[in-house]
């Protein structure tokens, strides 16, 4: 991707920092994340228009807080500090940051003072605060232009060094017009121009797939999960007849899974291969009880038989990866400079026989990847996919897994799927387990011992901590009524009302 007049958003820690970059690109300008620490020179190189620092949980007043490298001011590149963007900008031109009296948490008001930044905003707009530390005294050439009731300093500028800052978050709906903080900072202030759309990433990138690739072939493994899918699709588009997707079906994919995908990839220009591999995942699995013992021998499993297609097919090929921008910013690689070995791809062994590595979706975001695969012809089914284990239904039915637990686990997770989308209830991640527990019922006139089930609805917006979903009690009354009266082998059915933590997602 071309990065000139981009916004490079400066990560100093914090959990918006995805959230900023993705409402530059909506606002369609191209947006990266760059560590704090990136050298002032290597910003240069970017070209970029604007710079925002990410807020973080640290106090720039103590030892190891996160900083940058003090050229980024002499760029003649507008920033905008947020958070504590503003409290290290503060600290760094010689204001004075310290705790505030008390924590500010929450929509607060503000009042706002006439600024470039707030054009088009009331004096008075409600804003998400989330800190402890304040400026209490702006560095000398700033004018403070913002204020609460706690918070003395919420805003403040220095219009000749062009930095912008803010205490609140405008990135965050809760923030009522934030987003036009944010546009008036993009356009009016870094005088950026739209440079950035999901049609121009495709060009961009069938050009450059086409230019790495030149006459070789690329294969790539399909997990049926959205990356790997978006990114065969993509592929398939810049080399039609020159993808090879190899899909090993472990036997732990959910009810009709392994048709869809087969009838998804059947109308784009690529051969499938799907290797079925069930029996031998399952042989490997019998007596197998501990989740971390299941999860190596399927992960062990999955590399080994992938490892022996690629052996086949991928002579002189190219190896695709679905990796997208947020494991490339956590496994803090830059954006586009290094592209890793596939050596270190995947814990795939190292004798693999493939020339390089194609990772089309580097740059974009998840949910960029949903549109991008709707762009492409995608099904509803796989671009809406919710986060799908790799382990698959084998960590979901606890304890030893076996053909006809997994086959009544099938059956349960189908009805509780079906019965969410006739709801048109809307939950982050739902799916049904079968635990190891036994439980008497009565069918008619026979006793039934069978298993008990579990449903699991969650909200998340990042999986890293979760509620359950408050699911209305006629849809779980429904949802139990089907599984015990369709699914012989269970004959209880629960609800985990456990969040996350203390829980995890997965029951293993
Ligand atoms: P936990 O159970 O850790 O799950 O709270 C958080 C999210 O991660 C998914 N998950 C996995 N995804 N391979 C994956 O690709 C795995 O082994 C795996 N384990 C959990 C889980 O479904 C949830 O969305």
């Known amino acids: ?60 007043y103590k030892e190891g807080a996160p900083s940058c490298d003090p050229g980024v001011f002499s760029l003649n590149v507008p920033v905008l500090g947020i958070c504590y963007g503003m409290q290290y900008a503060a600290q760094r031109f010689g204001g004075k940051v310290q705790p505030g009296t008390v924590s500010e948490y929450g929509e607060t008001k503000v009042e706002l003072s006439a600024s470039p930044l707030f054009k088009g905003l009331s004096s008075r707009e409600t804003m998400l605060m989330s800190h402890t530390d304040i400026v209490s005294e702006p560095p000398a050439g700033f004018t403070v232009t913002a204020s609460t009731e706690n918070c003395p300093v919420a805003a403040m500028e220095d219009r000749e060094r062009k930095i912008y800052c803010v205490q609140f978050h405008p990135e965050v709906n809760r923030s009522a017009h934030g987003k036009t903080l944010l546009f008036n900072f993009i356009f009016d202030i870094c005088g950026a121009h739209k440079n950035y759309s999901l049609e121009g990433y495709i060009e961009s990138q069938i050009t450059s797939i086409r230019e790495q690739v030149k006459d070789k072939n690329v294969l790539l493994g399909l997990s049926g999960g959205v990356d790997s899918a978006v990114a ?7 080399l039609p007849g020159r993808l090879l997707c190899v899909y090993v079906d472990h036997g732990f994919m959910r009810k009709n899974e392994t048709e869809q995908i087969k009838t998804a990839f059947s109308s784009l220009p690529l051969k499938l291969e799907a290797i079925d591999a069930r029996a031998q995942f399952l042989q490997k699995l019998k007596g197998v009880t501990d989740p971390e013992q299941k999860r190596k021998i399927i992960g062990g499993e999955f590399v080994k038989t992938f490892a022996e297609a690629a052996k086949k097919y991928g002579e002189g090929a190219f190896l695709a990866q679905g990796t997208i921008y947020p494991d490339v910013i956590e496994s803090g690689a830059d954006n586009s400079a290094n592209i890793k070995s596939h050596h270190n791809v995947g814990g795939l062994p190292k004798d693999m026989p493939f020339i390089g590595l194609v990772e089309p979706l580097r740059g974009l975001f998840k949910d960029e990847v949903r549109k991008l695969g709707k762009k492409l012809g995608l099904p509803e089914d796989i671009v809406s996919r919710q986060p799908f284990p790799g382990p698959g239904l084998a960590i979901r039915v606890i304890g030893e897994v076996t053909e006809e637990k997994l086959n009544a686990l099938r059956e349960a997770d189908y009805i509780f799927r079906e019965e969410m989308a006739a709801a048109n209830v809307a939950a982050s991640q739902y799916f049904a387990v079968l635990t190891d527990s036994r439980s008497v019922g009565v069918i008619g006139d026979f006793r039934n011992y069978g298993y008990v089930a579990c449903l699991r609805a969650v909200i998340t917006e990042d999986f890293m901590t979760a509620q359950f979903a408050r699911l209305p009690y006629e849809l779980l009354e429904r949802v139990s009524s089907r599984i015990v009266n369709e699914v012989r082998l269970i004959s209880r059915v629960c609800y985990d009302i456990t969040g996350k933590p ?6 293993e």
Do not use: N
């Not at 203390?502 to 029951?507: D, H, L, N, S, Y």
């Open 232 to 238: 065969a699709a993509l592929i398939a588009k810049a």
């Open 1 to 60: 991707m071309d990065t000139s007049k981009c916004i490079i958003v400066m990560d100093f820690g914090g959990q918006y920092k995805e959230l900023i970059a993705r409402v530059v690109r909506e606002m369609g300008v191209y947006s990266l994340i760059l560590p704090s620490r990136t050298p002032a020179e290597k910003l240069r190189e970017y070209d970029p228009a604007g710079i925002i620092f990410s807020g973080g949980p640290h106090s720039v």
């Open 502 to 507: 203390p829980a995890t997602v997965e029951w």
